[in-house]
């Protein structure tokens, strides 16, 4: 489907006025409003990132490591949670609790109108990465920011989508190094850690999981488009 065709069959304001918008370089989502994620409806706007497919991918390969780990109710935190769309999903296909942190005032907005609107209740969180929170889980998934800061990315995405949510520090690791070395802390003994990563970055993530993580299985997936983009570290 073609974005003109998104537009006619999806926006429902002025459609010539959304035309304009798209030639100007703006996101036909953005444009439209909402995107669909997994099967729910999930707002967004300039204050979130737009929903991938590979996100979507991250969210399948997670429920279904989590229906063969855990048999009873699970708590889950979801780390930067953005539009809400991983929270909101797993809620709705796991037996769990879910937090969800981010450190945007109006991401989180957005989120909580995507939970209401979706019909489910997540805990959202403000604050860094995992600094506000003080409980154990079973499960921990992050899409967080992971863009090199000196790459070369598409310029309708860096021109239209928060960088907060792109960019990290130190070649765009910074999150995931942050998110390991402080894991241990609010994850239980049993538990997954499920990160969707940049392509490139999967080897040193690995390695530096083995330093926090050294009983767990660590394992790197691939997408659809063959490339390494998924980061599951498994302790019994």
């Known amino acids: 489907m073609t974005e003109l065709e998104y537009l006619k069959k999806y926006y429902d304001g002025d459609i010539e006025t959304a035309k304009?918008?798209?030639?100007?370089?703006?996101?036909?989502q953005y444009i439209v409003g909402n995107v669909d994620f997994y099967g729910?409806?999930?707002?967004?706007?300039?204050?979130?990132?737009?929903?991938?497919?590979?996100?979507?991918?991250?969210?399948?390969?997670?429920?279904?490591?989590?229906?063969?780990?855990?048999?009873?109710?699970?708590?889950?935190?979801?780390?930067?949670?953005?539009?809400?769309?991983?929270?909101?999903?797993?809620?709705?296909?796991?037996?769990?609790?879910?937090?969800?942190?981010?450190?945007?005032?109006?991401a989180l907005e957005i989120a909580k109108k995507n939970a209401f609107k979706n019909n489910v209740i997540v805990n959202f969180i403000k604050g860094n990465l995992l600094e506000p929170l003080n409980k154990k889980y079973d499960v921990l998934i992050s899409n967080p920011p992971y863009i090199d800061k000196q790459e070369n990315i598409m310029e309708i995405v860096k021109n239209n989508e928060p960088e907060i949510a792109l960019y990290a520090s130190h070649h765009g690791l910074s999150c995931y190094e942050n998110i390991l070395k402080n894991a241990n802390r609010i994850m239980k003994q049993k538990c997954l850690i499920a990160f969707e990563i940049g392509d490139k970055q999967g080897e040193y993530l690995e390695n530096y999981a083995k330093n926090y993580f050294p009983n767990a299985i660590i394992t790197i997936e691939k997408d659809l488009q063959g490339r390494n983009r998924f980061l599951f570290i498994d302790r019994k």
Not at 20 to 28: D, F, M, S, T
Not at 54 to 63: A, F, G, R, S
Not at 70 to 96: W, Y
């Open 40 to 106: 729910n409806y999930i707002e967004v706007n300039k204050d979130v990132l737009i929903p991938r497919f590979e996100t979507e991918e991250l969210v399948e390969k997670t429920i279904k490591r989590c229906q063969k780990k855990f048999s009873n109710e699970i708590d889950i935190v979801d780390i930067g949670t953005g539009s809400g769309c991983i929270a909101i999903t797993l809620k709705k296909e796991i037996l769990c609790n879910v937090d969800a942190v981010d450190i945007s005032e109006k």
């Open 20 to 28: 304009e918008r798209l030639k100007k370089g703006e996101p036909v």
